[in-house]
């Protein structure tokens, strides 16, 4: 068992090496796409104000449909070049955020999970009244032995997504509860939002998948975070959710989380 | 400083040629009109600032200001840094480190060997053409030192 450990750490501590290597391998090319495409609209301004000074009397056909090129299929071409190379951007960041996360070292400490929650619902409870909902944590919540920053992290990103997919026709209801489980302790955050379709229960934890009507902002990141933290927690994260009824996460964590070993940084 | 002002000369350790290109235009922008010289691997660059019998005399009177990425094909910036501010007639060169890694521990072994300013390549392009163009704003400032 312990040797088992040992080899999923290290294949964790692979990927997260290659996550980081590919990222920043992969940032290099980016930055000559998204330059090279700066110096091209540049020097598409300095055509198009010439086609503008051009008097009248010198221009033919073929001047005219230069004019064209340079005034509407070029800026449309980069445009499109942008929007993609940012777009790239913006995942290839996401992967270089998730593996950074999986590299720091994590410091166990007294976390009374209580106060993490009244924290985290004051930061949402804004939205939550705006809609009309209610937020309930239901009492006791324990105390833990683990990383406070992971923790905040875990149960932040599951709350915005409860907030983000509620269901626009009934006023949004949030419910927070822990069960014992002897050496683990398990939480269950409940909500009455949209819901998940069946298939998608594993999907949703893959990075860069999304479920649903893809009406909200979002890259498909929080989820695939939110279970890379729960794993280096030494817990497990699974959910129960029907369509149009709501999603519950349940999430397990051992009550104390045992101090490792620094991980080496490349 | 001699009397009579020689001219500084850039040296440009960078192997995507990109980069380069983009890192000349936006240090050209900045309005410094120094001679460039390109080097894509380290291996050329050494020699052409510590010579082929790698004494260093082939940059003796030399202005130069070293532009190094640590990212190269053939070995890493920092041999290059050390061994540039280890011979007697390139360690006055300023040195530029200008890379994508942003780990500390690189930072502090940079400046630890000697170099002289080191600097993050920002991803986002607008960041990177602004970092660019102001250090060639301090490139046009700068007292570069004659080698010995």
Redesign the interface.
């Known amino acids: 068992m312990q040797e088992r450990t040992t080899d999923l750490a290290r294949a964790n501590e692979e990927i997260q090496r290659f996550a980081y290597i590919v990222s920043?391998d992969l940032?290099?090319?980016?930055?000559?796409i998204?330059?090279?495409?700066?110096?091209l609209e540049t020097a598409i301004a300095t055509v198009d104000r010439y086609f503008d000074e051009l008097p009248a009397e010198t221009t033919n056909a073929a001047a005219e449909e230069a004019k064209l090129t340079v005034k509407e299929d070029m800026p449309e071409a980069i445009g499109f070049i942008r929007a993609s190379s940012t777009r790239m951007?913006g995942l290839i960041?996401a992967i270089l955020k998730l593996s950074r996360e999986g590299r720091r070292t994590l410091k166990p400490e007294r976390v009374d999970f209580g106060e993490i929650l009244d924290l985290l619902a004051a930061n949402i409870q804004h939205q939550v009244s705006e809609a009309g909902g209610e937020i309930a944590i239901i009492r006791p919540l324990p105390t833990l032995i683990s990383d406070r920053l992971a923790l905040e992290q875990i149960f932040g990103n599951l709350l915005d997504n409860a907030v983000k997919y509620r269901d626009p026709y009934r006023p949004l209801r949030i419910t927070i509860r822990a069960v014992e489980q002897g050496r683990r302790v398990g939480f269950e955050i409940g909500d009455n939002g949209r819901g998940v379709a069946k298939e998608d229960h594993q999907r949703i934890f893959d990075l860069f998948r999304r479920s649903g009507a893809q009406d909200r902002p979002g890259e498909g990141i929080g989820l695939a975070h939110v279970r890379a933290l729960v794993r280096r927690l030494g817990g497990d994260i699974t959910l129960e959710s029907e369509l149009g009824v709501g999603t519950t996460f349940r999430v397990s964590l051992p009550r104390v989380l045992r101090k490792q070993e620094e991980t080496v940084?490349? | 400083m001699s009397s009579e002002p020689q001219a500084v000369t850039i040296v440009m350790v960078e192997d995507?040629e990109?980069?380069a290109r983009?890192i000349e235009?936006n240090i050209r922008r900045a309005g410094v009109n120094n001679e460039i010289i390109p080097f894509t691997d380290g291996t050329s660059a050494l020699e052409y600032m510590l010579g082929a019998d790698g004494s260093g005399e082939a940059s003796a009177r030399r202005h130069l200001l070293v532009l190094l990425d640590l990212n190269l094909p053939d070995m890493t910036g920092v041999d290059i840094l050390a061994k540039v501010k280890a011979n007697r007639h390139t360690r006055r060169s300023p040195v530029v480190i200008l890379t994508?890694?942003d780990?500390q521990?690189e930072i502090q072994r940079c400046y630890d060997l000697g170099a002289n300013v080191y600097i993050t390549?920002p991803?986002?392009?607008?960041s990177?053409?602004n970092a660019i163009r102001q250090l060639g704003l301090f490139f046009s400032v700068m007292q570069i030192p004659e080698t010995d």
Do not use: M
Request: aromatic share 10%.
């Open positions: 920043h940032r290099a090319p980016l930055v000559n998204l330059g090279f495409t700066s110096e951007d960041n940084d490349s | 995507d990109g980069h983009l235009k994508t890694t780990d521990r390549k991803v986002n392009y607008e990177f053409a």
